[in-house]
């Protein structure tokens, strides 16, 4: 079987698995998602839901942000954890949206990726998401699993972006990513791959 094949039962049984592909980060609009997702670096989506709220009813816009300081967009956040550098980032990355894509969030990678604190990850994540542009959002569980189906053996993310655009079709990898996120967490996790449990047992690598 090739890596395209196993790539395209991989996306058929997740899909079935679970036929809601969706960032588990809440957001209402580009800017929040862009924050939500700096936060969540070295933090749970769920901590992040829980300290966004607040943090986005004081700071409603990219202006807000851009005239806000570190140290007060800090203490909305320090549960996330790496506060300091995270609020740092967050105001410097408002006034580059500001100063240089007048106000609006970029819409390409190459943009996104200027921003400060902005890696491919996050950068595909806000593609795929808010701009419904084909996206690869390579985190721990999209590298973990895909390296079990055998689609890769990997470990650089820029790498392993690019191997899985290679297989992957460009209009599936965005919701193909968020339903790994999902299967990572209950079924194929970093402690146990419970292959019984897999619906991707069939064709899964990791068996052999």
Known sequence: MTKKEIAQKA???????????????????PLQLLIATRLAAQCTDARVNIVTPALFERFKTVDDFANST??????????????????????AMAKAIKENFGGKVPDNLDDLITLPGIGRKTANLIMGDIYHKPAVVVDTHCIRITRRLG?????????????????????????????LVLHGRVVCTARKAKCEECCMSEFCRKKD
């Open 11 to 29: 996306i058929e049984a997740l899909k079935k698995e679970y036929p809601d592909a969706i960032c588990s980060l809440e957001y209402t609009d």
């Open 70 to 91: 570190p140290e007060e967009v800090a203490e909305y956040i320090k549960s996330c954890g790496l506060y300091k550098t995270k609020s740092k980032d967050i105001v």
């Open 151 to 179: 689609l890769h053996q990997l470990t650089d993310q820029k790498k392993i972006e690019f191997a899985l655009r290679k297989v992957l079709p460009p209009d599936e990898s965005s919701d193909f990513c968020h339903r």
